[in-house]
Nanobody
């Protein structure tokens, strides 16, 4: 069993930046992709970004492209989401998730392990 723990959320003004981290522990294994998703109040959980096991392939939702950057440090079993130029509509609980494939996916059901989430609030 793998455990995922997100950190780095908080309150920030519009235009500011935050960096989220996702640390994996337990039976971490190898050769898996990671994704970030978010869920705003009253909304469904949605895809934000994904990264392949090698780190050579990334994917972003159109709403965050050019502002967010996903990265990984496999040696540390840690993944990151750098969020710049934050907007009030980015306010949500952010979740990291692991997929037992080397390529990422935009589909929630493709991910088998999830963290507990970290809250991001962007004030206008």
């Amino acid at each position: 069993q793998v455990q995922l723990v997100e950190s780095g959320g908080g309150l920030v003004q519009a235009g500011g930046s935050l960096r989220l981290s996702c640390a994996a522990s337990g039976r971490t294994g190898s050769f898996y992709a990671m994704g970030w998703f978010r869920q705003a109040p009253g909304q469904e959980r949605e895809f934000v970004a994904a990264i392949s096991w090698s780190g050579g392939s990334t994917d972003y939702a159109d709403s965050v492209k050019g502002r967010f950057t996903i990265s990984s440090d496999n040696a540390k079993n840690t993944w990151y989401l750098q969020m710049n130029s934050l907007k009030p509509e980015d306010t949500a609980v952010y979740y990291c998730a692991r997929r037992t494939r080397v390529t990422g996916s935009r589909i929630l059901a493709d991910y088998s392990s999830w963290g507990q989430g970290t809250r991001v609030t962007v004030s206008s």
